[in-house]
Nanobody, 119 residues
Framework: VQLAESGGALVQPGGSLRLSCAAS????????IGWFRQAPGKEREFVGS????????YYAESVKGRFTISRDNAKNTMYLQMNSLKPEDTAVYYC?????????????WGQGTQVTVSS
């Protein structure tokens, strides 16, 4: 199982960014998958998740209305569109499988991608 996050960058407050998560080594479209993030000195936290058929998405309150998760099962890729970014969104972002109906991760972690929101 391999997960590879990409797309992180330095962006100004109020800006936008799109992250990608490329998966391989498992049946991608069988799983709920999601995004997590870890800011310096803090524990890793749930950002959002998407069901196998994209029919259901779920977001942490801190990102609801600003972030959108999507997936393309044909490409084994998930995306995180981040708008109206705030300095508190600064973190390393990770993708992984999520236990259905929960915010609990399971399975492998990728190397993460750094998002820095700063002027």
């Amino acid at each position: 199982v391999q997960l590879a996050e990409s797309g992180g960058a330095l962006v100004q407050p109020g800006g936008s960014l799109r992250l990608s998560c490329a998966a391989s080594g498992f049946n991608f479209d069988d799983y709920v998958i999601g995004w997590f993030r870890q800011a310096p000195g803090k524990e890793r936290e749930f950002v959002g998740s998407i069901s196998w058929n994209s029919g259901n998405t779920y977001y942490a309150e801190s990102v609801k209305g600003r972030f959108t998760i999507s997936r393309d099962n044909a490409k084994n890729t998930m995306y995180l569109q981040m708008n109206s970014l705030k300095p508190e969104d600064t973190a390393v972002y990770y993708c992984t499988s999520v236990v259905a109906g929960t915010t609990s991760p399971f399975g492998s972690w990728g190397q993460g991608t750094q998002v820095t929101v700063s002027s």
